[in-house]
Nanobody, 117 residues
Framework: QLQASGGGLVQAGGSLRLSCAAS????????VGWFRQTPGKEREFVAA????????SYADSVKGRFTISRDNAKNTVYLHIDSLKPEDTALYYC????????????WGQGTQVTVSS
């Protein structure tokens, strides 16, 4: 299971750190991604990290403001968000894709981020 947390109501320009904790699932052979979705829009990719190599990737819209990282000991992936903008308001999900599989097969329940202007 994946448990996402850390969302909240923040003023524009502020920061947040989202957490994605895994239980009963080892992430050693996984890519963990963050996605976000707003009502009426498709879910969009935000960032991902390959656990074994710590290789990261980001959507162009968040490069320079979002940082994805992992903590081996806690089996947790973080998404640190700086300089929050109102357009970052969304429900943020984390997901895991096991190496060798094409799809993200494990999803967390989502954590809401709301940015006020």
């Amino acid at each position: 299971q994946l448990q996402a947390s850390g969302g909240g109501l923040v003023q524009a320009g502020g920061s947040l750190r989202l957490s994605c904790a895994a239980s009963g699932l080892t992430l050693r052979y996984a890519t963990v991604g963050w996605f976000r979705q707003t009502p009426g829009k498709e879910r969009e990719f935000v960032a991902a990290i390959i656990w074994r190599t710590s290789t990261t990737s980001y959507a162009d819209s968040v490069k320079g403001r979002f940082t994805i990282s992992r903590d081996n000991a806690k089996n947790t992936v973080y998404l640190h968000i700086d300089s929050l903008k109102p357009e970052d308001t969304a429900l943020y999900y984390c997901a895991a894709r096991i190496t060798g599989y094409s799809d993200y097969g494990f999803w967390g329940q989502g954590t809401q981020v709301t940015v006020s202007s």
